[in-house]
């Protein structure tokens, strides 16, 4: 049964679709069935993995929110092992319209859609929009766990007390949420401002900060760009290690099955 966590951060550009996306490839390497479920109107997620944009016949998690398609028709598989993703389109922007009409469950759109998908892997992504809004807080109320990347720059991490408010108010008033951990992305050795951010997040006790770090790194830039999670791009590279490195750490807090595959080789 899969394990669901959130990308979440309101702050725009901290990397939540890299992390989503590297770190789902990541699971799937190690034998962790992964769904990604892109739940941005960008849809950079969907971009990142190639899938083919400006199709308005593609159906996309729209379809799957407003009823009008099951997800077997919606979800792709994806060149890479164990990885498929339930892509978004532009229309997504709509969505929360539809959900304000029904107001009994408009928190739990996405949820009642995921729960339905989980006993088919072993882990779902959802990658979320950046914004406190009724989409936002539906990605919350979806998961079991949410992982925060934060941008160890001053500005950018001004918002995680707020992020973490909210995800308390939806523990306590729609779902309970097991855990919360925070993985610092942007990283330069070296910098005072970035080690400062670090130090201020592991120092605050605001939540589970990951000893895995992100660092600022080139190849991860590039990898979107060729349609290929950093793993697949540069295997070799920093970034590739940093995020092998986190992917150990997300199995482990939060206990997700890696599956047959791996547990027979060891
Ligand atoms: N470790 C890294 N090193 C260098 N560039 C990175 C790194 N991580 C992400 N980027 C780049 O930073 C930009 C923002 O990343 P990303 O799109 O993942 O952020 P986001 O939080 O999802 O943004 P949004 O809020 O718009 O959804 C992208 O161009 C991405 O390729
Ligand atoms: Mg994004």
Redesign the pocket.
Known sequence: VAVVIS?A?Q???????????NLGAGLGLRGVRTLLVDF?P?A??SH?LGIPQNDPAMPTISDLLSGQRPADEIIQTTPFQNLSILPAGRELEGADNMMRKDPANMFRFLQHRVDALRDRYDAILI????SFSLLFANSLAACDYVII?A?LDFLSMQGVGALLEKVREVHQRIRPIKGVGIVG???RKGVRECENCLQELRGAGVGEVFDAV???????????GHTKPIQYYDRSSQ?SQ?YEKLTQEVIEACQINQGAAVASAS
């Open positions: 990308l951060n702050k725009g550009g901290v990397a939540k679709t890299t992390t989503c996306a941005d960008q950079s997620l990142f990658d979320t929009l950046p990347p941008k992305t942007f990283f992100i660092n600022l790194n080139s190849r991860v830039a590039e990898s979107p970034g940093d």
